[in-house]
């Protein structure tokens, strides 16, 4: 029987999942990302950016030099001294936002989750007929046989 | 695309009828820190890169009871600290501005990483449909060659009816049917 041949089904796999670009082969993913609307790819983009190390990184340098020139006052006038209520302010912005963000792209993802199960019950119908097939041809098959049978046990002998 | 396939890869442990015994479950969690055996768990956990590794790190460690417990805790003493008279030093008295900030903080990277983990997971079901793609095709493909084997079948065992129809036909000339 015919196997997928590993090295080259993984080789194909990887090409894919390294480039987020790359032409999806599943339908549900083409659907999901290849003919994304408008919304969807700008909900997308802002996942990735903010759920992305750099973000993390970018967001911890901010934080660090706000409290290191409010408590210790270097360079210029402390804008927000100890207990520093203007970051608390601008963090609790993010959070805001961030919450959205999060409900936006679990949208998403439940979305394709639906998307994936409609198109698992069309091949589940394919699939189903395809053995209904096969089975119709094995009775057909398994008939004959016990013609020939009954032929032979007619036979003089 | 498709070559022949080897006997010997096909592993025997999926091939019993029973449920995973002790040994594969020991088996499963310790390819879970070393090889995996799908493909898609191969690509996604063996082959992550270092970014990738660190974000699945924190989002198990964020998202872990250990976490609860000790944030949990931290909290509890810091007001406990900082309104009970016997403690002498206290360094954020109610309404616990400092603390406001802390969860602020806190709460600042909990929706990045959040959506670093969700990102990493549609990332997974990306792939992992993908690699049912590739899959399914074959699968299909193996199914109508089953098809048009077994139709074959039928064809030859038709011949072989035919075939002796005709040799008792032969044999009794008066051709009765049966």
Redesign the interface.
């Known amino acids: ?6 090295p ?3 080789h ?3 090409q ?2 390294r480039n987020p670009n790359a032409d ?6 083409k659907a999901h ?1 290849d003919d994304a609307p408008l919304g969807a790819r700008i909900a997308d983009k802002l ?2 950016g ?4 750099p ?2 990184i970018i ?1 911890s340098g901010l ?1 660090l030099i706000w409290v290191a020139i409010n408590f210790y006052g270097l360079f210029i006038k402390r804008w927000d001294p100890y ?3 203007l ?2 302010l601008l ?2 912005l ?2 805001t936002y ?2 959205p ?2 409900l936006l ?2 949208n ?2 439940s979305q ?1 989750d639906r998307i ?1 199960l409609e198109h698992a019950a069309d ?1 589940a119908d ?2 189903e007929e ?2 209904t ?2 089975l119709i ?2 009775k ?2 398994t008939d ?2 016990l ?2 049978l ?3 046990e ?3 002998a | ?3 022949a ?2 006997e010997g ?1 096909v592993s025997h442990e999926s091939v019993s009828g029973e449920g995973p015994t002790d040994a594969e479950i020991t088996t499963a969690r310790a390819r879970v820190a070393a090889k995996h055996k799908h ?2 768990n ?3 956990h063996d ?1 992550a890169t270092l ?1 990738e590794r ?2 699945d790190k924190a989002s198990a460690g964020i998202g872990s009871w250990w976490f609860l417990g000790i944030q949990s805790a931290l909290i509890v003493v810091w007001v406990f600290v900082n309104t009970v008279e016997f403690f002498t030093h206290k360094w ?1 008295l109610y309404p616990f ?2 603390l ?2 802390m969860f ?2 806190q ?3 909990t ?9 990493r ?3 997974k ?3 992992r ?8 095709e ?1 699968a ?8 048009e084997e ?2 074959r ?2 064809e030859a ?2 011949k ?2 035919e075939h ?2 005709k040799r ?1 036909d032969s ?1 009794s000339p008066t051709g009765a049917s ?1």
Do not use: C
Request: hydrophobic residues 45%.
């Open positions: 029987m015919a196997q997928p041949d590993a080259a089904l993984v194909r796999l990887r894919r999942h999806h082969k599943h339908p549900v993913n990302y996942a990735a903010m759920g992305s190390w973000f993390i967001q934080l207990p520093f209520i970051l608390n963090l609790s993010q959070a961030a919450g963000i999060v792209a679990g998403r993802q394709k994936t091949e394919k699939g395809h053995i097939r096969i041809e094995i057909k098959n004959l046989t013609q020939i009954r032929e032979l007619a036979e003089p | 695309m498709i070559s396939p080897k890869q493909p898609v191969q690509l996604f082959e970014g660190v974000a954020d501005i400092l406001n900030l602020s903080i709460a600042a990277f929706g990045p990483v959040l959506l670093l983990s969700g990102n997971q549609a990332q079901d990306r792939l449909l993908e690699h049912t793609a590739e899959v399914s074959t299909e493909k193996a199914t109508l060659q089953i098809l077994i139709e079948n039928t065992t038709l072989v009816l002796l129809k008792r044999k049966t």
